[in-house]
């Protein structure tokens, strides 16, 4: 549709993930606006994350060396550990500075429709985490929908009989919502999660 290099940037924008083509061809188009330095930082970010990021050998975080910062941490509790799904996952409860523990990510979670199953997961470092660092316990914090409940299902089964502790996230009502609007699932596990209260 547009000229060689304007078509070959929107159609490599339109491969991201939630990218549609009006956005690429947005985006596009802004870049060929920007001042030549703008354009070559971006560049050269995408360049040096190619280049300098990997996954940690540990627990599958994004990492600059061998190991992420958090299990590189001395103040980490290697035997408390919090299960996630994605990296941002994990910056997400980050944020909280409620959980002192280490994590594992498992890249993704069970979806048979997408074709992704128990075997594409980073699963079997996760098992062999367990005895290395005398584990207590792991916190499964997997997404509250249908893949992330069923992958919580599958690895409380499989680390149950490991004698560690296996717990997952409480879900509920988020803070500022109406009881009117909840949907039964999340009514329901916020009954299931609550909390004594003392006056």
């Known amino acids: 549709m547009f000229e060689g290099p304007v ?28 001042e030549t330095a703008d354009a070559e930082r971006l560049a050269r970010a ?43 996952d994990l910056a997400a409860i980050e944020r909280t500075h409620e959980f002192k523990g280490r994590y594992h990510v498992l890249g993704a979670a069970i979806s ?32 509250p929908n249908v893949e992330g409940e069923a992958t919580a299902m599958y690895l409380a089964r499989l680390l149950g009989p490991l004698g ?7 879900s509920g009502l988020p803070v500022g919502g109406d009881l009117e609007y909840a949907d039964e699932i999340t009514l329901g596990r916020a009954f299931a999660g609550r909390r004594e209260m003392r006056g």
């Not at 491969?15 to 956005?23: C, D, M, N, Q, V």
């Not at 429709?113 to 470092?125: A, F, S």
Request: glycine share 6%.
């Open 7 to 34: 078509q070959d940037l929107i159609d490599e924008l339109g491969r991201l993930p939630g990218i549609g083509p009006k956005s690429a061809q947005r985006i596009a188009f802004h870049l060929l606006k920007v």
């Open 46 to 88: 995408i360049t040096e994350l190619k280049a300098r990021v990997h996954f940690c050998a540990i627990c599958h975080n994004v990492a600059e060396g061998e190991l992420c910062q958090f299990c590189r941490d001395p103040r980490r509790d290697p035997a408390l550990i919090c299960v996630v799904e994605e990296p941002r």
């Open 112 to 143: 048979p429709i997408d074709g992704v199953g128990p075997d594409d997961l980073n699963i079997r470092d996760l098992l062999a985490r367990i005895p290395a660092d005398k584990v207590r316990e792991v916190i499964l914090a997997t997404n």
């Open 164 to 170: 560690v502790r296996v717990t997952r996230i409480a």
